[in-house]
């Protein structure tokens, strides 16, 4: 399995106009072969700080999503928002157990 953590900065103006692209990228990507979870979750005490969190079935499902039209099209959306500070991180891990 593979863990994908991270986080980017929005300007808070342009969280409104945001949340739709957001939105869509979200839905097409849940959609996708490999795709076990993709969220986006704006953090409570600092409201320009969005997190991202996925999980994805193996590396192959991982590097199909980055070449998906949807990608490239929020790639486009969020430089045009002032999308900055992007710290993504990808991680292998196994199934795990709950605690």
């Not at 409570?44 to 192959?60: K, Y």
Request: glycine letters at 6%; aromatic letters at 8%.
């Amino acid at each position: 399995m593979i863990i994908v953590m991270g986080s980017f900065r929005l300007p808070i103006e342009n969280f409104d106009s945001a949340l739709p692209m957001m939105e869509k990228v979200i839905a097409a990507t849940r959609a996708e072969d490999g795709c076990l979870l993709y969220a986006y979750s704006r953090d409570t005490i600092d409201p320009g700080l969005v997190r991202v969190s996925e999980q994805w079935r193996d590396r192959a499902a991982l590097d199909a999503h980055f070449r998906t039209q949807h990608m490239k099209v929020w790639a486009e959306e969020r430089a045009a928002l002032g999308l900055t500070e992007r710290d993504i991180r990808v991680f292998e891990a196994d199934e795990g157990v709950a605690v």
